[in-house]
């Protein structure tokens, strides 16, 4: 398929839940915006508890490479 075909596609795709989510689909589905809206509330503490882990996760890696790093060059200053 072209990438140009595939762009159209896409926008096709963003624009229709854009207005799927504002507007809803007249007739069978009413605006989605009130479920958008629960579903962020439920899912942002939780992508917080993720991030705050993964600084977590990279301190304590960086704090054992430091501290692995110092164990080198205190080996290296006992041969010398």
């Known amino acids: ?28 589905l009413s605006p989605a915006l009130p479920a958008l809206i629960i579903v962020l509330k439920g899912i942002i503490p939780l992508l917080v508890i993720i991030f705050g882990t993964f600084i977590i996760w990279l301190e304590l890696d960086e704090l054992r490479f430091e501290l692995e790093l110092k164990k080198e060059k205190k080996k290296k200053k006992k041969i010398k």
Not at 1 to 28: D, E, N, Q
């Open 1 to 28: 398929m072209h990438p140009i075909t595939k762009i159209i596609i896409g926008v096709f795709l963003v624009a229709a839940s854009i207005y799927y989510i504002i507007k809803g689909i007249p007739g069978y």
